[in-house]
């Protein structure tokens, strides 16, 4: 499946691990937010808190998103240094 990355007006910036990374690598995965969050053991509002940047995640925290994902944190953080202009 391939998932647009475009930003759409009313999404957050990307000062945190949100929308569009967390989201675009969900959506990659073909995950809806309910299956991430059980994957994760986490609740599923945490996982919109965080595609919306009300919330940012702990390191440990992107851990357990990217094995729910099934990839590895070094691939959300650098997806998140070039969103960010950093590399």
């Given amino acids: 499946m391939k998932v647009s990355r475009t930003r759409n007006a009313g999404q957050a910036s990307s000062d945190s691990l949100e929308c569009p990374v967390a989201q675009w690598l969900r959506l990659a995965a073909g995950l809806s937010q309910e299956e991430l969050a059980e994957r994760a053991n986490i609740h599923r509002t945490y996982v919109s808190q965080i595609e919306r940047g009300l919330k940012s995640p702990t390191l ?24 960010l202009g950093m590399s």
């Fill in 60 to 83: 440990v925290m992107v851990f357990r998103l990217a094995k729910a994902l099934g990839t590895i944190p070094s691939k959300i953080l650098k997806q998140l240094e070039s969103d």
